[in-house]
């Protein structure tokens, strides 16, 4: 057996963060990011987190903004838009013989 230790078998675990530090970190930010700066907790445990403290344990905690990307809203119509821009013509021209069948 090798005393060697191979990196990729051993999963760093996330920082310990207690729930009081966790809450005066979470009412003291501005962002979701930016708790997670301050933590060392990942965005989404985060979000999770605060979600389970409001939900599950009656803690008010402030609402944060959705944000997503760099820092921009989603507009969902938008990016529908985008995805049938981009989707090959081949599909397009197969879904509109299927929708002139069920019309005739």
Same mark, same amino acid.
């Given at each position: 057996m090798s005393d060697t230790l191979n990196v990729k078998?051993?999963?760093?675990?996330?920082?310990?963060?207690? /729930?009081?530090?966790?809450?005066?970190?979470?009412?003291?930010?501005?962002? =979701? /990011?930016?708790?997670?700066?301050?933590t060392g907790l990942a965005t989404h445990t985060v979000s999770q987190r605060a979600s389970l403290y409001r939900t599950k344990r009656n803690i008010n905690l402030k609402e944060m903004p959705r944000l997503t990307g760099k820092g921009a809203r989603v507009d969902w119509d938008e990016l529908r838009a985008l995805a049938d821009?981009?989707?090959?013509?081949?599909? =397009?021209?197969?879904? /509109?013989? =299927? =929708?002139?069948?069920d019309t005739a």
């Amino acid at each position: 057996m090798s005393d060697t230790l191979n990196v990729k078998d051993e999963k760093v675990r996330a920082p310990s963060v207690d /729930a009081a530090t966790f809450v005066r970190i979470y009412q003291t930010s501005g962002s =979701v /990011a930016e708790v997670s700066e301050r933590t060392g907790l990942a965005t989404h445990t985060v979000s999770q987190r605060a979600s389970l403290y409001r939900t599950k344990r009656n803690i008010n905690l402030k609402e944060m903004p959705r944000l997503t990307g760099k820092g921009a809203r989603v507009d969902w119509d938008e990016l529908r838009a985008l995805a049938d821009e981009l989707r090959p013509a081949e599909e =397009v021209s197969e879904e /509109a013989e =299927v =929708v002139s069948e069920d019309t005739a």
